[in-house]
């Protein structure tokens, strides 16, 4: 009987809890006085982290792992687990703020191209009235910059830092630099600024509910065909490991 909190797809540990309870933890990590690392889990990085060791062990050591994506929702649900909700980067961008507001948590944007960081900060200012921005910074920093970037994250004192590097280079920053980080909470959040900032448009609702949301983006950026291979791949891989647990 599979745990029914924890899922293990391919080596990857997810955490099986709805929005609510996804909600609940966050603040639990933001209460915890340490610095925790959140990753919204797609099938892609799942796919790499079959080859690459770190990013598993990254995954693994992370304090909370959302499924992100209808790949890790219908692999997880193949393999026995109870998978209620698609919990995305931007879906967390949005509830945290909401609820960044009535419990006063602070937020720091990281990440996206020169302007877009403070142009989505500005939107979920107006989107969520009362919302603190402790600061925002674009995520095209030299590595010789990177300990001046951190030096002013750290000086904004947020409570929660989202990081839209893309992935998996959000997961890698991520850890690499949370021993320096004197933040609360660090998130991936992916490619979610450019929507946010109205830079990219987000697939229509119709899409989203149809579990869609990979086939509109790959029709808006065709370039992304060499990543979305991966999940054909990564489906054979999750249907082999079911056939090999029950032989
Ligand atoms: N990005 C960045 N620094 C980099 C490379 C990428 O800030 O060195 C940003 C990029 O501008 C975009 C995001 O990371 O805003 C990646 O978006 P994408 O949709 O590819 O990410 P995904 O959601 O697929 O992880």
Known sequence: MPD????????????LLNITET?????CLIESGT????????????YTARKDRQLQAIINSASLVTPDGIGIVWAGRLMGY?????????????????????????IYLLG???????????NLSSLYPGLQIAGSEHGYHKEEDMAAVINGINLARPDI?????????????I??????????????????FD??????????????KLNLEWLYRLFKEPARIKRQVVLPLFVLQVVKSKYRSIK
């Open 4 to 15: 029914q909190k924890k899922a293990d797809i391919l080596g990857c540990r997810i955490d």
């Open 23 to 27: 909600m609940e933890r966050l603040k």
């Open 35 to 46: 610095t925790e690392q959140v990753i919204t889990l797609n099938a892609e990085i799942a």
């Open 82 to 106: 109870k998978i209620s909700d698609r919990i995305t980067g931007i879906d967390l961008v949005y509830r945290i703020s909401e609820k960044a507001v009535s419990r006063g948590w602070t």
């Open 112 to 122: 996206a191209s020169p302007g877009l960081a403070d142009k989505a900060a500005q």
């Open 161 to 173: 830092l989202l990081v839209a590097l893309g992935a998996p280079r959000q997961e890698y920053w």
């Open 175 to 192: 850890y690499k630099h949370k021993a320096k980080l004197d933040v609360p909470v660090c998130i991936g959040v992916g490619g979610s």
């Open 195 to 208: 929507v946010i900032a109205g830079e990219k448009k987000r697939a229509p609702d119709f899409f989203i």
